[in-house]
């Protein structure tokens, strides 16, 4: 009797998802076509900075720090959840031990973080907010077919049914290009809790817990319906580009900060082959992205 091979049963198998575009690969399109292209396409890896690995650790305390009663979202609490957060992380990743040559180095950088925790309790006070969601991944289509895709760091409404968008901002980028990226980022979630939700966001607030600030923007139905045109421009120009690999680069003082200058032809450098069009998830966030 010969035998017949089981097929896999596909209620088990998850379906693809469509490529979709998220705030951090809009910006970078924006920013370097060919930046867009390392990252989104080639993925090729990025060792992240002492910065950025304090930012991810930054937004895990405030993330857990929520998950606690009201009552017990303290400074003290708040500073006990570092190192664990941070022990996590590491095994999670043991690469990122290397960051620090020696353990007065590491003391340094936990201070560093202390520092943006107590940052953030001079910005409100968490035991008076009940957020409904943190770290929230949101995703919707736009009527072009554009689908969006990202990650809100906390979304608090109100008992009258007003949202505001907050997000935590713990990099050291220069102002003037930091906030103009961060409210590009901003209303990139405005635009999905519309057309999500079918309410406009009453408020976006950015906190830079380095400089113990906020920056708070309303969005209004006009301006994000503009925005909607601009992303579609934006998806539209990355399927161009994406069809023969002509990602572009875009010389700025940005590129000191690239971790990909090397390829760059901009510097001397050339790209590695371009391997086609990803199926599926192009453009999808990491934590590096949303812990500038």
């Known amino acids: 009797m010969t035998e017949t091979a089981e097929l896999p049963d596909t209620a ?4 693809p998802r469509r490529p979709a575009l998220s705030p951090s690969r809009a910006g970078d399109f924006k920013q370097c076509p060919l930046l867009y292209r390392f990252r989104a396409v080639d993925r090729l890896p990025e060792t992240p900075s002492p910065a950025q690995v304090r930012g991810i650790v930054v937004h895990a305390v405030l993330e857990e720090l929520f998950g606690l009663p009201a009552v017990e979202r303290t400074p003290d609490r708040a500073h006990t959840l570092l190192s664990p957060v941070w022990r996590r992380l590491r095994e999670e990743r043991p690469e990122l031990a290397e960051l620090f040559s020696d353990d007065e180095i590491l003391a340094g950088w936990l201070e560093s973080a202390s520092r943006l925790i ?9 035991r008076r907010l009940d957020p409904e969601a943190r770290e929230l991944l949101v995703e919707t289509e736009l009527s072009s077919g554009v689908l969006l895709r990202g990650y809100i760091d906390r979304l608090d409404v109100a008992p009258t049914g007003e949202i505001r968008v907050v997000d935590y901002k713990t990099g050291t980028a220069p102002r003037e290009i930091g906030e103009a990226k961060a409210l590009f980022q901003m209303k990139f979630y405005a635009l999905v809790l519309w057309r999500l939700r079918g309410a406009v966001p009453r408020q976006l607030r950015l906190m830079y817990l380095a400089d113990r600030q906020s920056l708070t923007y309303t969005p209004d139905e006009a301006e994000l319906t503009r925005f909607e045109r ?11 580009a994406g069809k023969n690999g002509d990602f572009r680069p875009n010389r700025s003082r940005l590129c000191d900060w690239c971790a990909h200058r090397s390829l760059c032809p901009e510097f001397g450098g050339t790209p590695p082959a ?13 934590p590096l992205d949303r812990a500038d």
């Open 118 to 126: 107590d940052g953030y309790f001079t910005l409100e006070d968490p």
């Open 230 to 240: 601009t992303l579609d421009a934006v998806w539209q120009a990355i399927l161009r």
């Open 12 to 15: 088990d198998v998850p379906a």
């Open 274 to 286: 371009y391997p086609g069009w990803p199926e599926p998830d192009a453009g999808e966030e990491t």
